[in-house]
């Protein structure tokens, strides 16, 4: 109990919530089937035969359907409209990825809170040798996060339709990664991602850990190691993330199509779709933290705000876009499940016939796949929360821009005690455990791998959107 004291406690009951309300509470089912989202149904036969002239019998004008199993023609130019109805939870329940995705929302819920809950705990009463379990939440998210993601990358590479999603995850990984190897060796001047501090930091602790144990090293892995590490990482999360953007950006172009009347909500959608690029930008040392924390002003002779708040906007830029994106999430919705009229429409410039189950099919097929596409939108934003969430409490940073709060980049924990016979118990081989692993892994290391990981994300996530957007305006 002194290694996590308090927050066993929230830990348990949060586990014990999510496992008894999450049937009966759930966001994620709020989101989807309580946020008056409306589908369009398939037309029946009934309406296709009158809207084509067609008989019960399956003639017309005396000539006779050539197929009986695969419905009856129909003229893509048919004049009839599609009903419309609320998406229901005994409808979604059974469609594919609905468990994944209200097991991952409310999850990523029941974390906000668990960390919520400890960051106030940890305010007032600051822990001695605690254990933080909020961040193994943020981490089990995270990896839920990517885990789903890519799932729903592998249907494509297991797909014979052969539409070209392989090829666009194969080029988008490569070319995620060529960039990450020439980002991975820009400047701390230019781009302040600090990874050469964060790996001298790493190399540092590791050396003086395995040779207080009469290991002798020179370090665990060289710095091409580290860098080649994320670049594979960089190139798998591009891939990962490229369809999610390319998702993000059909919905954004669907939403501002609907609302050409609305002003403010117009400025909303594009806010949404550039904050992943501010909080690139913040990031970039000449254009961000020299205006903002080191440049003065002329008035006052101080800059805008210190060095620790600057830090804080980052984190609370962060969190800002996923609350606006969530927020504008049944929106996006709805705008997916208008492809069904849209699809419609676009058959109805065509000649020709077409049999009416594969008519059907085209109007079905889009509510039948909203949950991949709730997944699409909200996983992306999972995945940068968590990484905020992590690089905020491991890397030192504070909510209130308290200069105290971030430490020295190199600066490492006391050493650990040694292994010895004394140590038999469960306790005590924990205690070990964890006091060798905050050696080794310092807040330095950490402020400059998850900086690095939060950047990226958000990177990608602009990116593969502008990707989407050239691509719509291209077809």
């Known amino acids: 109990m002194a290694l996590f004291g308090t927050q066993l406690i929230v830990t348990m009951v949060a586990a014990c919530v999510l496992q008894k309300l999450g049937p009966y509470y759930s966001l994620a089912r709020w989101l989807l089937c309580s946020s008056g989202l409306r589908r369009y149904r398939y037309p029946t036969d009934e309406t296709l035969r009158d809207a084509a002239g067609v008989a019960k019998n399956g003639k017309k004008k005396g000539k006779q359907d050539e197929n009986k199993d695969g419905g009856f023609l129909v003229p893509k ?42 960051e106030a705990y940890t305010y007032l009463v600051p822990p ?17 996060a990517i885990k789903i993601l890519s799932r729903l990358t592998a249907m494509f590479f297991r797909s014979t339709a052969g539409s070209g999603e392989l090829e666009i995850c194969a080029v988008s990984g490569l070319a995620y990664f060529v960039v990450s190897m020439v980002i991975l060796v820009t400047s701390d001047e230019l781009l302040e991602l600090e990874l050469e501090q964060a790996y001298d930091s790493f190399n540092d602790s590791a050396t003086h850990f395995l040779q207080a144990h009469g290991m002798g090293s020179s370090g665990p892995a060289s710095m091409f190691a580290f860098r080649l590490l994320l670049a594979a990482w960089s ?4 891939a990962i993330l490229m369809f999610p953007g390319l998702r993000y950006t059909r919905m954004h172009r669907d939403c501002l199509r609907l609302c050409q009347e609305n002003r403010p909500l117009q400025l909303l959608y594009h806010l949404s779709f550039v904050m992943p690029l501010v909080n690139v930008l913040t990031w970039v040392r000449p254009l961000s933290r020299e205006y ?47 492809i069904s009229q849209q699809k419609l429409a676009r058959l109805r410039t065509e000649a020709g016939r077409i049999r009416s189950t594969e008519l059907q099919r085209k109007i079905v097929s889009v509510y039948y796949y909203v949950c991949v596409a709730a997944l699409q939108f909200v996983t992306p934003l999972i995945l940068s929360l968590y990484f905020t969430l992590m690089y905020k409490s491991l890397g030192g940073y504070s909510w209130v821009g308290d200069p105290t709060a971030a430490p020295a980049m190199v600066a490492a ?16 081989h924990v205690t070990f455990t964890l006091a060798a692993v905050k050696r080794v892994f310092t807040p330095g290391f950490y402020r400059g791998l998850l900086g690095y990981l939060t950047w990226w994300t958000s990177f990608v996530m602009f990116t593969s959107s502008v990707v989407g957007s050239g691509l719509l305006g291209y077809t």
């Open 413 to 428: 924990p006391p050493p650990p005690p040694a292994p010895t016979a004394e140590l038999d118990s469960a306790t005590q």
């Open 77 to 118: 130019s048919a004049a009839f409209e599609l009903e419309t109805s609320p998406v229901e939870h005994f409808e979604v329940i059974a469609f594919n990825y609905y468990a994944e995705y209200q097991w991952l929302l409310d999850f990523a819920v029941c974390t906000v809170f668990v960390y919520a809950i400890t």
């Open 235 to 238: 190139g798998f999360a591009g």
């Open 292 to 338: 903002l924390a080191e440049r003065a002003l002329p008035s006052t002779g101080a800059p805008l705000m210190s060095g620790a708040w600057f830090e804080s906007l980052r984190l609370w830029l962060l969190a800002a876009t996923v609350c606006v994106r969530l927020a504008l999430m049944p929106r996006h919705l709805q705008a997916y499940l208008d």
């Open 128 to 144: 001695k040798d605690e254990v933080n379990l909020s961040i193994l939440w943020c981490l089990m998210a995270a990896g839920f």
